[in-house]
Nanobody
Framework: QVQLVESGGGLVLPGASLRLSCVASGYTFSNYAMGWFRQAPGKEREFVAA???????SYAASVKGRFTISRDNAENTLYLQMNSLKLEDTAVYYC?????????????????WGQGTQVTVSS
């Protein structure tokens, strides 16, 4: 069965960096788009970044220029490099699998989700 397992979250100061990882199993990772979403307390889950099966990337405006999504198909792993972290980046971060080769920006465009990893940016 499909499994997505995130790691790499933590507590950091503003301006710091973190790299999140998501290891996928149970399907042919390279065939499908993948995405990162996040959910802050009291808010809805929102799109962060996505990468298609052919490497096309997209970002939310709030993270563009600071975050980089990448994938290693040989390792079945999705990454999110987060630089210049801000207080408002605090959230639980989820990776998600798309049922298509191209990525989307809406929750309903993804069919499997990881359990999430907490990122807290605090001074």
């Amino acid at each position: 069965q499909v499994q997505l397992v995130e790691s790499g979250g933590g507590l950091v100061l503003p301006g710091a960096s973190l790299r999140l990882s998501c290891v996928a199993s149970g399907y042919t990772f390279s065939n499908y788009a993948m995405g990162w979403f996040r959910q802050a307390p009291g808010k809805e889950r929102e799109f962060v970044a996505a990468v298609g099966a052919y490497g096309v990337r997209s970002y939310a405006a709030s993270v563009k220029g600071r975050f980089t999504i990448s994938r290693d198909n040989a390792e079945n792993t999705l990454y999110l490099q987060m630089n210049s972290l801000k207080l408002e980046d605090t959230a639980v971060y989820y990776c998600a699998k798309s049922p298509r080769f191209y990525s989307g920006t809406y929750n309903y465009e993804y069919d499997y989700w990881g359990q999430g990893t907490q990122v807290t940016v605090s001074s």
